[in-house]
């Protein structure tokens, strides 16, 4: 498993490492985005389109976001039933679309500002 998204997507969720990443490998769960294990190339495009770093290589997820690594992976076990994640541009269309997953997320979480990118643990 290279990438691991962590606690800071939740409720801040921006989507400009799924439009970074060259094969496709984030999905959309109820609460955040997350990157197949088995899908992903290991070539770190999207940690730096994070405005928010949530996305760290496996070995470097810092220990109060450990539980994150078995979060990330548990949904990839058995057969996926997760939807892969849309663009940015797609996902912001969503939020005015009644029971769409972003409209879905955005009533539960609202919306958050745009945050500025933060220094790395």
């Given amino acids: 498993m ?36 088995e899908e992903c190339i290991d070539c770190g495009a999207c940690v730096t389109e994070c405005p928010v770093n949530a996305i760290f290589e496996v070995s470097n997820v810092p220990e109060k976001w450990k539980t994150y690594i078995a979060k990330n992976m548990a949904p990839f076990l058995a057969t996926p039933s ?15 679309v009644t029971g769409s997953p972003a409209s879905r997320y955005y009533g539960k979480y609202g919306k958050a500002p745009r945050v500025a990118p ?4």
């Fill in 118 to 121: 933060k220094e790395r643990d």
């Fill in 82 to 96: 997760l939807p892969k994640a849309i663009s940015q541009d797609k996902w912001e269309a969503q939020r005015r």
């Fill in 2 to 37: 290279p990438y691991v998204v962590t606690e800071p997507c939740i409720s801040v969720e921006e989507h400009a490492c799924v439009d970074a990443c060259p094969v496709e490998c984030f999905y959309q769960a109820e609460d955040q985005l997350l990157i197949h294990p």
